[in-house]
């Protein structure tokens, strides 16, 4: 998914990979130059012949930045190589997300209190 300017929405925090059951999300970080967010992918890849399609990458991400809701499936391929998504790929799939990203959230202290 895209932030509203057009950017990617993933930062880079590493939950998706870290949780995905089939080991088939690479993500390498880098600095982002500027604005709110400390890092993005720069590289960013789904092997999409390894994805058992579980969705815990969705649940697991903080910034609305992985869906699987696009409608388009893995088409079939003759090359190994072809069925491994990357950034460029997967972004021109995504959508622009209008969720709040970034910033203070509620204060959960507050809720237990009362
Ligand atoms: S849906 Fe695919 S990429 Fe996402 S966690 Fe499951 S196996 Fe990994
Ligand atoms: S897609 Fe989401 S969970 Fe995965 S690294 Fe990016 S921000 Fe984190």
Do not use: Y
Request: proline content about 8%.
């Amino acid at each position: 998914m895209k932030r509203e300017d057009g950017e990617v929405r993933c930062v880079a925090c590493m939950m998706c990979p870290t949780v995905c059951p089939a080991h088939c999300i690479t993500i390498v970080p880098e600095e982002a130059p500027s604005g709110s967010i400390e890092k993005r992918p720069r590289i960013f890849e789904i092997d999409e012949l390894r994805c058992v399609v579980c969705g815990l990458c969705v649940e697991a991400c903080p910034c609305d930045a992985i869906r699987m809701d696009t409608g388009i499936h893995a088409p079939p391929t003759l090359r190994r190589a072809d069925a491994i998504l990357d950034k460029e790929a997967l972004l021109a799939r995504g959508e622009k997300s209008i969720a709040t990203q970034g910033g203070v959230g509620p204060f959960w202290r507050e809720k237990v209190k009362a």
